[in-house]
């Protein structure tokens, strides 16, 4: 695609789904349900939480997209979770997999084992999460990217392999997150700046963006639609850290400028195309290699 292809795709997304409303449900991080739910209600969309196995299937036939996260590894989750995205795959609905706290136990290793027959349509994690489940897939066979906690031990750079790897794997887009935020659909590899380092200061900032893609995916490809929520992420990001200083008031801010937002933004946002290998680079700031 071309920049001004992918500029397009990205604001008919912000577009449509402030016009459509797509439900998108999730299973996520007790700790971040909130960021989340309003993270989505900002960008146009409408939000649920679900646990219990047998509403997976009854709630997947009216929603548009689904969002996994792996923070709150519950043990009711273990038949939740497959039959959630088993509902996904045979519906043929977009999901977001977040594969938080990959390799932390016994449950979270079998469950991401399962997903990978049912195809997320969207991977998003740091760094050493991407590297860590191209390895569990057997995509990859690496030593790097040793997972701690919900932190990453690698830089974006370093999971570019990996994440081309599960991008074809999948069939979707994988979104890495970091300083610089690297999406690919093993087609296109394209880096995001922008954001603020107060996103690292405040709980759910990543499960919130998963939550914003499943959103998009709802109206868009994966790949515009990892791209389309990591843009206007970075940029509502941008503007909170111009206006405040501190954690708190930092995520209202930001909150209100996820709102406010317009397609139009998302030309803002961009900051230079490179021709080198389908290579596209977007973001606030002028680059300094």
């Known amino acids: 695609m071309t920049e001004i292809e992918i500029r397009s795709a990205m604001a008919r997304a912000v577009d449509e789904a402030r016009e459509k409303n797509p439900l998108a449900p999730s299973i996520t991080n007790t700790v971040t349900q909130d960021f989340v739910a309003n993270a989505q209600l900002a960008v146009g969309g409408s939000a649920a939480m679900i646990y219990l196995p047998d509403e997976c299937e009854s709630i997947m036939q009216v929603a548009q997209a689904f969002y996994v ?3 709150t590894a519950m043990p009711f989750y273990e038949e939740t979770l ?3 995205v088993k509902a996904c795959h045979e519906l043929q609905k977009p999901w977001v997999l977040d594969p938080v706290g990959i390799g932390l136990s016994e449950l979270r290793t079998k469950l991401l084992l399962q997903f990978k027959e049912f195809k997320p349509s969207i991977v998003r994690g740091n760094a050493s999460e991407i590297i860590a489940l191209a390895k569990l897939w057997g995509l990859i066979d690496t030593a790097d990217g040793q997972v701690r ?6 830089k974006v750079s370093a999971a570019k392999v990996a ?3 599960l991008a074809k794997c999948t069939g979707g887009a994988v979104a890495v997150s970091g300083e610089e935020d690297l999406i ?3 087609k296109e590899l394209i880096l995001c700046a922008g954001g603020s ?4 200061k405040i709980t759910g900032s990543g499960c919130a963006l998963g939550g914003v893609m499943a959103v998009y995916a709802a109206v868009a490809t994966p790949f515009i639609a990892a791209m389309a929520a990591t843009t206007m992420f970075n940029f509502a990001g941008s503007k909170a850290a ?3 200083n501190a954690p708190a008031s930092f995520k209202v801010h930001f909150l209100d400028n996820l709102y406010r937002l317009e397609p139009n933004d998302i030309s803002k946002s961009f900051r230079s195309a490179n021709s080198l290998e389908g290579m596209f680079e977007f973001g606030l700031t002028p680059r300094v290699d």
């Open 69 to 71: 996260n792996m923070g």
């Open 82 to 84: 497959p039959r959630a």
């Open 149 to 154: 906690g919900v932190e990453t031990t690698e």
């Open 163 to 165: 994440a081309v790897s």
């Open 184 to 186: 690919t659909d093993s």
């Open 197 to 200: 380092e107060l996103f690292t």
């Open 242 to 244: 111009a206006q405040v």
